[in-house]
């Protein structure tokens, strides 16, 4: 195991779990039901991250006629901070979209399920996430900023902001964030899109741009309120190992179902 790996946890837990002490929202104990198996999907994550890249990197490899190398020579000759921002909305407005697909249609929904699963929100709870889920959402959103060329150091700026965001959406605070909630997500409006109500699990889609979803009419933050419930109906299995088995067997049990019927 990479200790810059080990490390990062380290250091998330040292940020995070002091804030969920003193901002608690909800008051729930720091090694909850299910921290060991979220603790196993931090580590496996990075590597399945890399893969991920590795994927995206050979994929274009292989697309090099799309490619426009005027628009990237621009695109690239731009300061860092305004591709950052740039990279911030396709990105965003990309995993907007594979996210409403991942809620909307029934197989992947069976992937998502499992980080739907979640029924104490905290930091560590932003990496349970089933690594085919793992994988599309990060091609989806990645291959646009590969396409239109942003430089690497672009790359490394938004990878490290994505990251933080993904902890902190997550996490069992309740700091408020002002005028700010509507340009950057933050748990007030991300806890929302688990709660445990049925009638707003189709909110919320964006991870970092909540004025995606005023825009595409999917938004849902009431003021001075907070879900007190989280997860879902379905039964996902309680350790990582099940989980990684979960949507195969839900989507044999549905195949079987629809045979049995038609039969």
């Known amino acids: 195991m990479s200790p810059e790996i080990v490390k990062g946890f380290i250091i998330l837990a040292c940020i995070f779990i002091p804030l969920e002490r003193i901002f608690a929202l909800h008051n729930q104990k720091v090694f909850r039901r299910g921290w060991k198996t979220d603790a196993t999907y931090f580590f496996t994550g990075h590597f399945i991250g890399r893969f991920g890249a590795i994927v995206v990197a050979v994929t274009l490899s292989l697309m090099t006629d799309l490619f426009n190398p005027e628009l990237q020579s621009k695109i690239a000759s731009q300061p860092i901070w305004l591709q950052f921002a740039e990279a911030i909305v396709i990105s965003d407005l990309a995993y907007y979209l594979a996210h409403r697909l991942l809620h909307e249609v029934p197989w992947l929904w069976q992937f998502h399920a499992v980080h739907h699963s979640i029924e104490r929100m905290d930091w560590l709870a932003a990496v349970r996430v089933h690594p085919c889920e793992q994988l599309f959402t990060q091609i989806c959103k990645m291959m646009p900023l590969y396409w239109l060329g942003f430089t690497t150091e672009t790359f490394a700026v938004y990878a490290l ?103």
């Open 161 to 263: 902001y994505s990251a933080a965001i993904a902890f902190l959406i997550h996490a069992n605070i309740t700091i408020k964030f002002g005028p700010l909630k509507w340009f950057v997500a933050t748990p007030e409006f991300h806890h929302w899109h688990h709660s445990q109500s049925p009638k707003i699990y189709n909110k919320n889609f964006a991870v970092q741009l909540p004025l995606l979803d005023l825009l595409f009419g999917t938004m849902y933050m009431p003021a001075k309120k907070m879900p007190d419930r989280y997860g879902i109906s379905d039964t996902v299995p309680a350790g990582y190992v099940g989980q990684i088995f979960y949507p195969f067997s839900r989507m044999m049990q549905n195949a079987r179902s629809k045979f049995q019927t038609k039969y």
